[in-house]
Antibody, heavy 121, light 110 residues
Framework: EVRLVESGGGLVQPGGSLRLSCVVS????????VDWLRRAPGKGLEWIGR??????????NYAASVKGRFTVSRDDSRNSLYLQMNNLKTEDSAMYYC?????????????WGQGTLVTVS | QSVLTQPPSASGTPGQRVIISCSGS????????VNWYQHLPGTAPKLLIY???QRPSGVPDRFSASKSGTSASLAISGLRSEDETDYYC???????????FGGGTKLTVL
């Protein structure tokens, strides 16, 4: 069974930092792209950043809204994805999700975690 | 304001067919596969359609989608009360170098 479980959310002051984790199971983590996404209260889904797989050199991409402040990283030996968030702003308050992408069949975000809540206040 | 444009709301009665549109540009919908997601706040979003018209296993065939040029659409037939939630289109944008989501469409089953 494919599972993604996020953790690390909480309350942080503006300008502060937080590190989110996503532990996965049920698939070969190193074969997949993994992404972070979020949904703020009263707003829609927003993509934040991507970590490609080992075959693609673990390259990353970021949304303009977080570039330079957020960093996506992964540790395949721990089946874990991370999101380091620095210089947090009130508008970063949201439920944060990690999701898997099977790039071989262009299946973006086919499995998601339940999310971890970040409040910047 | 999203680069991908969806109607903010849609509605239908049980059993009806509803279509949700998603309008983009040549750098996103016109060049890449479109995905559709269903999201009830407080739960994990769910992939409904990937690569324009492909349905993952477990998604009912009441859900279908298509793409033409720089626009895409999601059709839900045989509308059911449990379909009442938010729907999003999403696609990679080559100019932006990232994924874009539509603003979301809130579907109400009357």
């Amino acid at each position: 069974e494919v599972r993604l479980v996020e953790s690390g959310g909480g309350l942080v002051q503006p300008g502060g930092s937080l590190r989110l984790s996503c532990v996965v199971s049920g698939f070969i983590f190193s074969d997949y792209y993994v992404d972070w996404l979020r949904r703020a209260p009263g707003k829609g889904l927003e993509w934040i950043g991507r970590s490609r797989n080992r075959a693609r050199g673990y390259s990353t991409n970021y949304a303009a809204s977080v570039k330079g402040r957020f960093t996506v990283s992964r540790d395949d030996s721990r089946n874990s994805l991370y999101l380091q968030m620095n210089n947090l702003k009130t508008e970063d308050s949201a439920m944060y999700y990690c999701a898997r992408t099977d790039i071989n069949i262009f299946k973006d975000f086919d499995f998601w975690g339940q999310g971890t809540l970040v409040t910047v206040s | 304001q999203s680069v991908l444009t969806q109607p903010p709301s849609a509605s239908g009665t049980p059993g009806q067919r509803v279509i949700i549109s998603c309008s983009g540009s040549s750098s996103n919908i016109g060049a890449q596969g479109v995905n559709w997601y269903q999201h009830l706040p407080g739960t994990a979003p769910k992939l409904l359609i990937y690569h324009n018209d492909q349905r993952p296993s477990g998604v009912p065939d009441r859900f279908s989608a298509s793409k033409s040029g720089t626009s895409a659409s999601l059709a839900i037939s045989g509308l059911r009360s449990e379909d009442e939630t938010d729907y999003y289109c999403a696609v990679w944008d080559g100019n932006v170098g990232g994924f874009l989501f539509g603003g979301g469409t809130k579907l109400t089953v009357l």
